[in-house]
């Protein structure tokens, strides 16, 4: 990883990734240029990069006899085969947005997902199991919507760990078989509701470990970071939300959160995405730009 990364990861994970605070602030949604939403993909391919071997790793018990003796040599946002960014887009952003429940906040963020509906900009999803819970109106009726794709985000929101480490004040997956019971529990729940499995997975904070990404990527799944923390874990303002996500370069994955109304994200949202779409920015779902 350059310097330059380095520095760019240092200063847009500053804010919590716990999506689990925010102040109170007025979520009106700003008017802007539109933009036509994709045609709908299938959102349960396996990714090609997973090889055939590892496509047979899906039980538990394999898990963990593959990895129950593994020791990590990683922790934080770039293990090998996270994806921070689109490959070779000057001028597409992936918008994300992280719904965490439980703990991490419920609620549901309506005027940022009506500013998204009535501007047409498809974005990708991240959804625990414990929203889907609390919100299973919402969830169906998101689901139904081809600017919006689904993904995982976990059954617990936990750091992602095969040896307990925590980010933020959470405690992380002790071992192989909570990492899969982490990935896999809400991954059941979504195959259930959606008809086919999620392509994409990031976990509560967006914290893994090498050998729990390995996990995810035998799991059929790709594990998708950030490259900018739009809104500190729904703890910006909206001038803070605006600021960040209007001067995302193109080719970034950026992270927000859809379960903090009272938060400052769908407000800056609202105001950022006209800006970006007037310099020549385009927003795509992940999967309309990776493909796999």
Not at 94 to 100: E, H, K, N, Y
Not at 133 to 143: E, G, I, T, V
Not at 149 to 174: C, D, K, M, Q
Request: some cysteine; aromatic content about 6%; charged content about 15%.
């Amino acid at each position: 990883m350059t310097a330059g990364r380095r520095a760019v990861l240092a200063v847009m994970a500053g804010g919590l990734l716990a999506g689990c605070a925010g102040r109170q602030k007025d979520a009106s949604a700003a008017t802007g240029p539109s933009q036509t939403a994709p045609a709908p993909q299938a959102s349960g391919a396996t990714p090609s990069a997973t090889t055939a071997a590892n496509r047979q790793i899906v039980t538990r018990a394999q898990v963990v006899a593959r990895y129950g003796h593994s020791v990590p040599h990683s922790w934080g946002f770039d293990a090998p085969g996270v994806v921070h960014s689109l490959p070779g887009a000057k001028k597409e952003i992936a918008l994300t947005f992280d719904a965490c429940g439980g703990p991490g906040g419920s609620g549901y963020d309506r005027a940022l997902i009506d500013f998204l509906r009535t501007r047409h900009i498809p974005a990708t999803l991240f959804i625990n199991s414990r929203w889907i819970d609390a919100n299973p109106a919402q969830f169906h009726q998101l689901a139904a919507e081809p600017q919006f794709e689904i993904a995982n985000h976990g059954t617990r929101h936990r750091p992602l760990s095969v040896s307990g480490r925590s980010a933020y004040g959470i405690p992380g997956t002790r071992s192989a078989g909570e990492v899969y019971d982490e990935i896999a529990g809400n991954r059941a729940e979504l195959t259930r509701l959606l008809g086919a499995p999620p392509r994409y997975f990031r976990s509560g904070t967006a914290y893994c470990d090498d050998v729990a990404a390995q996990i995810v990527r035998d799991l059929g799944e790709r594990f998708v970071s950030f490259s900018v923390n739009g809104d500190g874990g729904a703890t910006f303002t909206h001038e803070q939300v605006h600021e960040t996500v209007a001067a995302a370069p193109g080719g970034s994955i950026v992270l927000c959160h859809m379960n903090h109304p009272e938060g400052g994200t769908a407000k800056g949202i609202a105001s950022a995405v006209p800006h970006l779409l007037a310099t020549g920015h385009r927003f795509v779902r992940l999967s309309d730009s990776l493909h796999a």
